[in-house]
């Protein structure tokens, strides 16, 4: 949509950026702004600024985003690229198939393991030759194979020697650009002499989850970011997490474990506390599926080559990020010392919760969730996981 924003909207936008890349919101390998050849990160709290957070509930972009999406649309990822003269271009797919281009289906993404999303750009400069135009390959999104497969839509990436030519999008300060989930892209270096800003935010369909777990926003703005009433930040929380499990599912039984002292304690879901790195990684901090996989290994011995998000739960005041798994077949389980576990019904555990014999109590509405055929849900996996999936 060529000209879509006033450009008064636009250089308040700009200014918000400029103003934010020095503060607390910024992510960067390299040195403190404005340093050459550097990229600039500001993703999730920015759009707490007014000038920013305008874009991510305009009617315009909800109006277009939504009608593509089919659906009501949730804002998934709010990030802002600054780039100063000289910084490179994108880099090419993670797992190696095009030198320059990528898609952003990704397994261990906050937003790119979806199957329903769309992104939205706009560029608060021109995207031209100098200063490094955005390139597409159309029809590149029609690649990808999806199958389903009982409560989950697999996906196939397809590889990055199958897709068409790139083309200069042409984007221009102020243009709204809208650009399928899965279609390829790259974007130019900065051989100009000005920084390269632009917004690229990311909507899902309200009922397509990320697989491996939403960033969480602050309460304010989850208050302040809406759309006809609505807030569009539906995972927000000043608390942070502080457990992260998984509903393991065998047939019509799911497994829960307790500490194996003949004591009266409660059962609860495999998992535990989230690993250091999975806390403080630069990107996607969202993701604890790594953290999960390693504490069922040495719980139950389990392997757990994926698992789908649920929802963050509240407990004494702290949040539980829940995932889920069907086992395939009967896995067997070998506890580790110290501790018991069991197989229920949903029945079961609804009973358990009611006499007071589970430690979280949201275990019954973990698995109402995974049970609603309305959700589409699909694979995340920990991005070591992913890297060397093919």
């Known amino acids: 949509m060529r000209g879509a924003f006033k450009q008064d909207e636009i250089d308040r936008a700009a200014k918000a950026t400029l103003r934010c890349v020095t503060g607390d919101y910024v992510t960067t390998a390299g040195d403190p702004y404005p340093s050459l050849a550097t990229l600039y990160v500001l993703e999730r709290h920015h759009v707490e600024e007014p000038e920013l957070g305008h874009f991510s509930s305009h009617p315009i972009v909800l109006d277009s985003v939504q009608t593509l999406l089919g659906c009501n649309a949730v804002l998934s990822a709010a990030v802002t690229y600054v780039k100063t003269p000289g910084a490179v271009s994108t880099g090419g797919d993670y797992q ?28 608060l400069v021109d995207l031209d030759q100098r200063s490094g135009p955005l390139y597409v390959s159309p029809g590149s999104h029609k690649l990808n194979q999806v199958t389903t497969q009982g409560r989950v839509r697999r996906v196939q990436r397809c590889c990055g020697s199958e897709i068409g030519p790139l083309v200069d999008t042409q984007l ?20 100009s002499d000005r920084d390269r800003l632009g917004i690229y935010n990311t909507y899902r369909a309200v009922n397509a989850p990320p697989a491996c777990g939403p960033h ?17 930040l539906p995972h927000h929380s000043n608390i942070p997490i502080t457990t992260a499990r ?14 194996d002292n003949r004591g009266e304690e409660g059962w609860y879901l495999p998992g535990g506390e989230p690993q250091e790195h999975d806390l403080t990684r630069r ?47 009967d896995s067997p389980v070998q506890a580790a010392k110290g501790i018991q576990e069991g197989w229920f019904t949903a029945e079961e555990i609804g009973a ?5 014999k589970l ?4 275990e019954p509405q973990a698995i109402d969730l995974w049970l609603d055929d309305s959700y589409l849900r699909s694979i995340g996996q920990s991005k070591n996981r992913a890297s060397g999936a093919t």
């Open 172 to 191: 221009r300060r102020g243009d709204l650009l809208l650009m399928h989930m899965w279609t390829w892209h790259h974007g130019g270096a900065n051989g």
């Open 246 to 259: 998984v509903l393991l599912q065998y047939r019509e039984k799911y497994l829960m474990i307790r500490a």
């Open 359 to 362: 430690t979280g109590g949201y």
């Open 96 to 123: 190696g198939s095009n030198p320059t281009a990528h898609q952003d289906y990704k397994t261990y993404h906050h937003a790119g393991s979806s199957v329903n999303w769309l992104f939205s750009i706009i560029p």
């Open 352 to 356: 358990l919760k009611s006499a007071g």
């Open 283 to 329: 990107y996607d901090r969202c993701n604890l599926i790594d953290s999960v996989e390693t504490k069922v290994r040495a719980q139950l011995n389990v392997e757990v080559p994926w698992m789908t998000y649920l929802a963050d739960f509240e407990h004494d005041g702290k949040l539980c990020r829940v995932y889920a798994h069907p086992l395939e077949e």
């Open 216 to 232: 969480l926003f602050t309460d304010k703005a989850h208050q302040a970011i809406c759309y006809n009433g609505r807030s569009l």
